[in-house]
């Protein structure tokens, strides 16, 4: 038994079926937006967007209780918090580390279709990058 039938024994299938449909929108924008934080025009617009992506999938996350998610969107709704307050573009280095979150989060999408357990946080995702560094 995966995750998706997990969610089907303790919730409501129209409950299950939004989570999914958000889930996946979100999930299909993030890495544009993660590539434009190193466009200047496009900066500030992408950070609101990515932040408000995380704060979103952290609150439904939470709600279905999948803990994993939750915990990963928190660390990188933290990260962007600190990104919000710059005027500058982020370095490679947190464009990569937040390409590499994006394709967890996707792992996770794939899970749900395949109603396989949720994949495990890979370790080097739980490790901030130098967001500081040009």
Do not use: C
């Not at 409501?12 to 989570?19: G, S």
């Not at 979103?56 to 939750?70: D, R, T």
């Amino acid at each position: 038994m995966g995750i998706r039938s997990d969610l089907e024994n303790n919730f409501d299938f129209e409950i299950i079926d939004e989570f999914l449909d958000h889930y996946s929108m979100m999930v299909e924008i993030m890495e544009p937006l993660i590539v434009d934080l190193g466009n200047e025009d496009r900066y500030h617009r992408s950070i609101e967007e990515l932040f408000r992506i995380f704060h979103n999938i952290k609150s439904a996350s939470g709600y279905l209780q999948l803990e994993p998610m939750v915990r990963m969107a928190t660390l990188v709704e933290d990260a962007f918090e600190q990104l919000r307050t710059r005027d500058t573009v982020v370095n490679e280095e947190t464009i990569s580390w937040l390409i590499s979150v994006s394709d967890m989060f996707m792992q996770w999408q794939e899970d749900f279709k395949m109603d396989n357990e949720l994949s495990k946080v890979h370790f080097s995702l739980l490790i901030l990058p130098d967001m500081e560094k040009a």
